[in-house]
């Protein structure tokens, strides 16, 4: 993908739904009594996996355009696959789904591609064992991961590490114990499946940064409309703020409290942004966003924010490549176990563009520079790293080309599409 340089960014966007809550909808659905219709959904190669999934567990689900229908059969409605479950991308999918079938009566195995079976999949068996599940995987870490029938008791958890995929999947497993499950986190995580758990009909409780689930009977069928995904949104609006000359409006913007860090520190580093048109959809808070191109300067991220803007950290580190001054983010460790070793491939192929980036064991330190150039730059067949340099490229003084380019399917399909859209070239 060849990317040259822009001049400015104007219009009105929609950006794709929320992958975190697209995949929770399908899930939930598939465990629930009744039929789930879900709007709004993202097509996206990873949501599109847990769809797949949940067909070969025996749930009829049906798809036209956006809406997607879950013909749910109840908390121990599934049946056994009669292959291995591909879970492609997506570690939401692995994660969460193995919390699920800790507690089903069939034998069942989990897989997926290359980057997935490099993935930390410990984090999930060991707690899952706690709760009495028979798990296997090769260095008891890696997929595939091999799930015997089991009965699980609750347990009391501190998870080492902020993740939402951790606490899900431990929730979900606590669906099924003979007593509660409470899951503590360093920092509390995306709440999507607390909230969406709670309108399906189980019982949740929170104090702090702890979250119990009571284990129930069935879970109900509920309609869903999936927000766009500020994740997604984030693309546009570092874009909007570091092209000159530019105003956007991104419409339809998920902003629950435990995802929008990223529009706290844009705000923070002088960004101009109008949040307007806030209301509540599905229990989750939307809004549009208006971004006006601004002169940023660099800060310090660390704790307990870092959760709320994990995956949005790529952007950020090409908006502190050219604002003034210096930036640091630390606490962000995690980094080095997504999709890529983010920080690696932010270190690399951002410098290769001229940027004055050094990696830590835990995140970045960046300091502004006036411009950046064209390079050719590699994707690490990353979603999030290949939208992150297409706009750094788009602001670049030359032509960029990235490398397997088009892995932006597993959350953004028409990434490239929009951006042309509302882009203006001298
Ligand atoms: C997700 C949780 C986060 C995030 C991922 C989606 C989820 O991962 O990075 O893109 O839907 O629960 P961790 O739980 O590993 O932090």
């Known amino acids: 993908m060849n990317i040259n340089p822009i001049s400015s960014l104007r219009g009105i966007i929609n950006i794709p739904s929320d992958k975190s809550i697209s ?3 399908v899930m939930f659905g598939s465990l629930a009594l009744g039929t789930t ?25 049906s798809i036209d ?3 997607v229908v879950v013909h749910g059969k109840g908390m121990h409605g599934l049946s056994a696959p009669n292959d291995l479950l591909d879970c492609g ?11 699920i ?15 997935i079976q490099k993935r930390p999949m410990k984090r999930v068996i060991e707690p899952l ?60 995580s995306r709440d999507h499946t607390e909230r969406m758990l709670g309108a399906f009909g189980a019982t949740l409780t929170r104090q702090d940064t702890a979250v119990t689930v009571v284990p129930c009977e069935e879970l109900y069928a509920t309609d869903i409309t999936v927000p766009g995904d500020i994740s997604s949104a984030a693309f546009f609006m570092v ?25 706290d520190v844009l705000l923070q580093m002088g960004g101009d942004i109008t949040v307007f048109n806030e209301k509540i959809v599905c229990g989750e808070p939307v809004c549009d966003l208006r971004v006006r191109s601004s002169k940023l300067h660099g800060t310090t991220i660390g704790g307990s924010i870092i959760p709320t803007l994990i995956d949005e950290i790529p952007i950020l580190a090409v908006a502190a490549c ?3 001054g210096k930036t640091v983010i630390q606490d962000a460790a995690e980094l080095k176990v997504k999709e890529s070793n983010r920080i690696a491939a932010l270190h690399s192929e951002l410098s290769k563009m001229g940027a004055d980036i050094t990696p830590t064991e835990d995140g970045l330190i960046v300091n502004g520079i006036k411009a950046l150039h064209g390079a050719e730059l590699n994707s690490f067949d990353d979603h999030r790293i290949a939208m992150s340099l297409a706009i750094a490229a788009c602001n670049a003084s030359s032509s960029s080309a990235i490398y397997n380019a088009d892995c932006v399917k597993i959350s953004f399909p028409n990434f490239y599409e929009l951006l042309h859209e509302i882009t203006t070239r001298e």
């Not at 709004?40 to 067909?55: E, V």
């Not at 079938?101 to 980057?115: E, I, K, P």
Request: aromatic share 4%; proline share 6%; glycine share 8%.
């Open 23 to 25: 995949h929770r909808s």
């Open 37 to 61: 219709t879900i709007y709004n959904f993202l097509m996206g190669d990873d949501c599109l996996s847990t769809i797949q999934c949940f067909r070969a567990l025996g749930i009829p689900i």
């Open 65 to 67: 355009g956006t809406t």
């Open 89 to 99: 991308n997506s570690g939401t999918t692995v994660r969460l789904l193995s919390g």
């Open 101 to 115: 079938l800790a507690a089903q009566n069939f034998d069942v195995a989990l897989t997926g591609d290359a980057s």
């Open 129 to 188: 064992r706690q709760m009495g599940a028979d798990l296997n995987a090769a260095k008891d870490n890696f997929c595939p991961i091999h799930i015997k029938p089991s009965k699980l008791t609750g347990i009391t958890y501190h998870s080492p590490v902020a993740s939402a995929q951790v606490k899900s999947c431990l929730l979900l497993a606590g669906l099924y114990g003979s007593s509660p499950t409470t899951v503590v986190e360093p920092s509390v």
């Open 239 to 263: 874009a909007g703020l570091i092209t000159p000359d530019s105003d956007i409006t991104i419409k339809n913007v998920g902003i629950n409290p435990t995802r929008k860090g990223i529009l």
């Open 322 to 324: 050219l604002a003034e």
